[in-house]
T-cell receptor
Framework: AQKVTQAQTEISVVEKEDVTLDCVYETRDTTYYLFWYKQPPSGELVFLIRRNSFDEQNEISGRYSWNFQKSTSSFNFTITASQVVDSAVYFCALSEAEGSTLGRLYFGRGTQLTVWP | EAQVTQNPRYLITVTGKKLTVTCSQNMNHEYMSWYRQDPGLGLRQIYYSMNVEVTDKGDVPEGYKVSRKEKRNFPLILESPSPNQTSLYFC???????????FGPGTRLTVT
């Protein structure tokens, strides 16, 4: 079973629409870390956010916001008023901090977001 | 400039010919890791290193070797490459495993 599931393979929106990228994770650890990364068409991987398992406070950074809910094991990412430059593949990732998997990093398969002008 | 460098960026080779992809970071990071990216599969961890002389297997270690003799370097070795190792490879480093990773630019490997 996948540790990180991004059920949406591809999403297309028109500029200025809001869009939410879903991420569901699976872990038995009490301590863990969640991340989002962006991979634009140029190919590099860019860090967006990190959240530890003890901090469920939602975060907003400009047009980006993240909703972390331990009860549903989800860490969803919303882009408000999307722009063409937001077009990229977005990856959610989980790092476990206990036991034999300490240090392992699990990525979801990614969501390709296309924003049309 | 803080960065992770990988070399080569592109490599076409033949089955069975040993190769090494180098990875170096200048941020004094403890944690380093290798990933491969394949269409529809996302990024999968090959090997990781929590510190010098400490390496562990990730999800897909078969056919790969690594070593961490120095803090800054983490080379990926393919002793006998096969076509199913054709992929895009990323090296990454972070202060410690629980922090955000800084990725190299990627190495596009084709094994014929």
């Amino acid at each position: 079973a996948q540790k990180v599931t991004q059920a949406q393979t591809e999403i297309s929106v028109v500029e200025k629409e809001d869009v939410t990228l879903d991420c569901v994770y699976e872990t038995r650890d009490t301590t863990y870390y969640l991340f989002w990364y962006k991979q634009p068409p140029s190919g590099e991987l860019v860090f967006l956010i990190r959240r530890n398992s003890f901090d469920e406070q939602n975060e907003i950074s400009g047009r980006y916001s993240w909703n972390f809910q331990k009860s549903t094991s989800s860490f969803n990412f919303t882009i408000t008023a999307s722009q063409v430059v937001d077009s990229a593949v977005y990856f959610c990732a989980l790092s476990e901090a206990e036991g034999s998997t300490l240090g392992r990093l699990y990525f979801g398969r990614g969501t390709q977001l296309t924003v049309w002008p | 400039e803080a960065q992770v460098t990988q070399n080569p960026r592109y490599l076409i080779t033949v089955t069975g010919k040993k190769l090494t992809v180098t990875c170096s970071q200048n941020m004094n990071h403890e944690y380093m890791s290798w990933y491969r990216q394949d269409p529809g599969l996302g990024l999968r961890q090959i090997y990781y290193s929590m510190n010098v002389e400490v390496t562990d297997k990730g999800d897909v270690p078969e056919g790969y070797k690594v070593s961490r003799k120095e803090k800054r370097n983490f080379p990926l070795i393919l002793e006998s490459p096969s076509p199913n190792q054709t992929s895009l490879y990323f090296c990454a480093s972070s202060l410690r495993h629980e922090y955000e990773q800084y990725f190299g630019p990627g190495t596009r490997l084709t094994v014929t």
